[in-house]
């Protein structure tokens, strides 16, 4: 079982800046991707910006702001870094793992999601 848990949502003025953080637990044997997606109220949920194993960081062209997401040295937690955040409204920000877990004698593969922690801007 593989568990993520995200914090730093809350209320920020438009044009100011947030840092999420994303932490994962439970029988991780490696994460290969880990990253995070956003969803507006009757929006599709989007890839915000993601890394992998390897170092490599993908970021959306289609998310409006700018995106920092550096993991730590042991790869089981990353930080996304949400700066001029401009549109008003509230949003849900997710994280997300994918990678290999260690279970009964065993490596499966998992895809985990977050509960999801939310971003308010006001203005």
């Known amino acids: 079982q593989v568990q993520l848990v995200e914090s730093g949502g809350g209320l920020v003025q438009a044009g100011g800046s947030l840092r999420l953080s994303c932490a994962a637990s439970?029988?991780?044997?490696?994460?290969?991707?880990m990253g995070w997606y956003r969803q507006a109220p009757g929006k599709q949920r989007e890839l915000v910006a993601d890394?992998?194993?390897?170092?490599?960081?993908n970021y959306s062209d289609s998310v409006e702001g700018r995106f920092t997401n550096p993991r730590d040295a042991a790869k089981e937690t990353v930080y996304l870094q949400v700066d001029s955040l401009k549109t008003e409204g509230k949003t849900i920000y997710y994280c997300?793992?994918?990678?290999?877990?260690?279970?009964?004698?065993?490596?499966?593969?998992?895809?985990?999601w977050g509960q999801g922690t939310q971003v308010t801007v006001s203005s």
């Open positions: 997300n793992a994918r990678g290999k877990k260690g279970e009964v004698r065993r490596l499966l593969s998992f895809n985990s």
């Open positions: 890394t992998t194993d390897s170092g490599s960081t």
């Open positions: 439970g029988s991780i044997f490696r994460i290969n991707v």
